[in-house]
């Protein structure tokens, strides 16, 4: 779901990567974007071959992972880029999306998907068709860049920044959001260099 305004949004066909999420007005640094809401599953139980649903699926931990609700708009829509503007971070057992720079009036807003290096990852492969100057042509994090962002989460947890989500059935909106997250841990996430 978007937590932005939906005059700051609309979704777009692409050239090359179906549909994708597009700024209406400049959106700032540290602005909240999105929560990945929806159906929580249990990874041993999803068919990866039959289900289309899967493309969306969020990978959470190693047990779970979140479907959202493909009837409606949201952040399960930005698309993979290996110079992504957005992060996902994790708040109070939610996966939310948080612009990581300004972006301007009709960019697209996009994410690293931080898949796991292809050796480790199944199915694969995941083919990047971002075209960005940095793009990898695959959606797959090196090695390197994979264990700096799991040392980095796992440093969050401690923190308390991360929480396990519970074997609910829906994970359901926050009562509340914080409406920006710090340029500090922003810069964190940009020093992790992953991408």
């Known amino acids: 779901m978007f937590l932005l305004k939906e005059n700051y949004w609309e979704v777009k066909d692409t ?60 952040v399960h829509l930005l698309n993979h880029s290996c110079s992504p503007n957005c992060w996902i971070i994790k708040f109070k057992r939610h996966t939310l999306v948080v612009a990581l720079k300004n972006i301007k009036k009709r960019e697209e807003l996009t994410i690293s998907y931080l898949l796991p290096p292809k050796n480790i990852c199944k199915p694969c492969p995941h083919i990047c068709h971002c075209q960005s100057k940095r793009c990898t042509k695959t959606m797959h994090l090196t090695e390197g860049g994979y264990k700096k962002w799991q040392d980095f989460q796992d440093k969050e947890e401690k923190k308390g920044k991360y929480k396990k989500i519970n074997n609910e059935n829906i994970l359901k909106p926050l009562a509340k959001y914080p409406k920006t997250i710090s340029k500090r841990y922003i810069m964190e996430i940009e020093n992790l260099e992953i991408t």
């Open 15 to 74: 050239k090359s990567k179906g549909r994708g999420v597009f700024a209406r007005k400049t959106i700032g640094q540290g602005i909240l974007i999105g929560d990945y809401v929806g159906k929580l599953v249990h990874l041993r139980d999803v068919n990866y071959d039959k289900e289309k649903e899967n493309l969306y699926l969020m990978y959470y931990n190693d047990e779970l992972g979140i479907y959202p609700n493909l009837k409606k708009p949201g």
